[in-house]
């Protein structure tokens, strides 16, 4: 389960013209013109108002005097965009392109729409575009970086991140986008750095993901006590914080505080009672306590809801913890059949088979997992031992 939210350019306004851009570029010299600066003006008071009925109202009382005019076309884009209309919003940006060729609002919004939309490539192609006129625009260069680390081109992402560090040191988007790039890539103290770096140079205004994002590099790297003092200053800000809940209760489970991980799973389910998810996760902390009868009662409460595979397990564990090897091994197959590609399952029914000293069938097992074609170090090994009168643990 991932936990970590994207901080990068989304949260970033949408960028507008300058009131000052309508009066170098409009030569009052008539009521028409004065008419046109008027409504480009207001139009964009609305807009940042979050007035956009008011706003395109007034663009289009623009294109009543100027079919084209590359301020109304800009505007209405911009209307669409905040609306969630992209693809509207398109139509009226390539227009004004039609007209004005490298108009650059109309690139930006093109180029945002675009990503909004997920085809990055082209909204790389458009903001690149806006690169040759100002290559030191660090919110442009901020929003390429991000769409290179969405389609995973490390290099370009980190090399634009870069960049704008230089441009202005500690830059918090480019320091958010450096450590999800790194997080994406599975290299978690590079994303402990930045993100380390974004917290002490804004712990006046600290946003709560910047904190949980720092623990979960801590849960990744298995320093799960440096982990529990990021989620629980997490929750001093958001005591339901799902995912301060989930990482402290994640925290605890991996330094063997069953009871202290149940307690922080629990307080997730009292906000969403029928995440069978969680409910399993409660029943792998009792069952790992040796509290069999209530590591059952949650995985059949998670089964009620909808099948789950590990809870499903969870039961065929425990009653291989209580010696019942025959019964493991029947659930066990059963869930092999609906899930073959699940080496767990085949070690757990291997081991099962160990103890009812049937040595060929549980080499079978494994040898069934290997046919598939899926190389798995932890189902070589065990195979490895069988074969070879080793004991499992050295």
């Known amino acids: 389960m991932s936990e970590q939210f994207d901080t990068t350019m989304e949260s970033q306004e949408m960028i507008y013209p300058d009131s000052?851009?309508?009066?170098?570029?409009?030569?009052?010299?008539?009521?028409?013109?004065?008419?046109?600066?008027?409504?480009?003006?207001?139009g964009y008071q609305f807009l940042k108002q979050n007035e956009t009925e008011k706003a395109i109202e007034s663009f289009k009382n623009i294109l009543l005097l100027d079919e084209n005019n590359n301020y109304a076309l800009v505007g209405l884009?911009?209307?669409?965009?905040?609306?969630?209309?992209?693809?509207m919003a398109i139509n009226y940006y390539t227009e004004c392109l039609k007209f004005h060729p490298g108009n650059n609002y109309a690139l930006f919004g093109l180029a945002d729409c675009y990503k909004a939309l997920n085809q990055y490539h082209?909204?790389?192609?458009?903001?690149?575009?806006?690169?040759?006129?100002?290559?030191?625009?660090?919110?442009?260069l901020t929003r390429v970086a991000d769409a290179y680390r969405k389609i995973h081109d490390f290099k370009q992402s980190k090399d634009l991140y870069l960049r704008v560090l230089d441009i202005e040191q500690n830059n918090a988007y480019a320091l958010i986008g450096l450590g999800h790039l790194y997080y994406d890539f599975k290299e978690y103290r590079d994303a402990l750095y930045y993100w380390t770096k974004m917290y002490d140079t804004?712990?006046?205004?600290?946003?709560?993901?910047?904190?949980?994002?720092?623990?979960?590099?801590?849960?990744?790297?298995?320093?799960?006590?440096?982990?529990?003092?990021?989620?629980?200053?997490?929750?001093?800000?958001?005591?339901?914080?799902?995912y301060a809940l989930f990482g402290l209760a994640d925290c605890y489970r991996g330094m063997n505080q069953q009871y202290r991980s149940i307690e922080y799973w629990n307080k997730i389910l009292d906000i969403d009672p029928d995440n069978k998810?969680?409910?399993?996760?409660?029943?792998?902390?009792?069952?790992?306590?040796?509290?069999?009868?209530?590591?059952?009662?949650?995985?059949?409460?998670?089964?009620?809801i909808?099948?789950?595979?590990?809870?499903?397990?969870?039961?065929?564990?425990?009653?291989?913890?209580?010696?019942?090897?025959?019964?493991?091994?029947?659930?066990?197959?059963?869930?092999?059949?609906?899930?073959?590609?699940?080496?767990?399952?085949?070690?757990?029914?291997?081991?099962?088979?160990?103890?009812?000293?049937?040595?060929?069938?549980?080499?079978?097992?494994?040898?069934?997992?290997?046919?598939?074609?899926?190389?798995?170090?932890?189902?070589?090994?065990?195979?490895?031992?069988?074969?070879?009168?080793?004991?499992?643990?050295?």
């Not at 998810?277 to 009868?293: M, W």
């Open 202 to 242: 804004n712990k006046e205004n600290l946003d709560i993901r910047i904190l949980t994002s720092i623990g979960n590099c801590h849960r990744k790297l298995r320093t799960f006590d440096k982990g529990v003092t990021y989620f629980e200053h997490a929750l001093q800000m958001d005591q339901k914080n799902f």
């Open 306 to 394: 909808d099948f789950d595979v590990y809870a499903a397990l969870g039961l065929a564990l425990i009653c291989k913890g209580e010696g019942k090897y025959e019964e493991a091994a029947e659930k066990l197959s059963r869930l092999i059949s609906n899930d073959p590609k699940n080496y767990r399952l085949y070690i757990d029914l291997a081991d099962c088979y160990i103890k009812t000293n049937n040595k060929q069938k549980a080499i079978e097992t494994l040898e069934s997992f290997q046919k598939l074609g899926i190389r798995n170090n932890a189902i070589n090994e065990m195979l490895d031992k069988f074969k070879n009168n080793r004991p499992l643990f050295d």
């Open 77 to 87: 884009g911009d209307s669409e965009r905040k609306r969630n209309n992209f693809t």
């Open 20 to 42: 000052m851009d309508f009066e170098k570029n409009t030569e009052i010299k008539d009521e028409k013109s004065a008419q046109i600066s008027e409504y480009s003006i207001k």
């Open 122 to 140: 082209k909204a790389i192609d458009l903001w690149e575009q806006y690169l040759t006129h100002d290559d030191r625009n660090i919110t442009v």
């Open 277 to 304: 998810v969680i409910l399993t996760r409660i029943g792998d902390a009792y069952r790992n306590t040796g509290d069999y009868n209530s590591a059952r009662d949650y995985y059949n409460r998670a089964l009620d």
